[in-house]
């Protein structure tokens, strides 16, 4: 069989959606890799930064993760210096996580990278199909699905 020859497989939704994902991780860890972040790291500092100095536990449910996990990603991003624990002003039994000066410089340099990473992996797509794809994406696992 030719390597060109497709496959029953190569149509599947699940092996045509899994083979996206790994090229657009493939992209965005290229493109973020420069500002010391991954994809995982960026998608934490946008969630920090949307929620305005929320809670560890506020920024893992918004993202679906356990606390553990959290913990780990807050910690690899203090140690960066691109985010630090502060008592809530408001609660001082809590602790927020805020954006450095440099997290929002690397969430700045991140998003524009990964936004270019985005741009290449939609290349063979119409602006029309980007806007349909993302679209149909979100029917199926956007808020709400998760």
Same mark, same amino acid.
């Given at each position: ?97 805020? +954006?450095?000066? =440099?997290?929002?410089?690397?969430? %700045?340099?991140? !998003? $524009? /990278?990964?936004? @270019?990473?985005?741009?290449?992996? +939609?290349?063979? =797509?119409?602006?029309?199909?980007? %806007?349909?794809? !993302? $679209? /149909?994406?979100? @029917? ?7």
């Amino acid at each position: 069989m030719d390597e060109r020859t497709p496959l029953e497989v190569h149509d599947r939704l699940g092996y045509l959606v899994k083979h996206a994902f790994v090229l657009m991780e493939e992209l965005n860890d290229r493109a973020l890799a420069p500002f010391d972040l991954t994809g995982r790291e960026l998608a934490l500092l946008m969630t920090l930064a949307d929620l305005g100095s929320p809670s560890q536990q506020e920024a893992a449910e918004a993202l679906h993760i356990d606390r553990t996990t959290m913990v780990a990603y807050v910690d690899l991003l203090e140690s960066k210096g691109f985010v630090e624990r502060r008592p809530d002003p408001s609660d001082r039994r809590r602790n927020v996580v805020e +954006l450095t000066d =440099l997290g929002r410089r690397a969430l %700045r340099k991140g !998003r $524009q /990278a990964s936004d @270019a990473a985005e741009q290449e992996l +939609l290349a063979p =797509l119409s602006e029309v199909d980007r %806007r349909r794809l !993302r $679209q /149909a994406l979100s @029917a199926i696992a956007g808020p709400g699905r998760a």
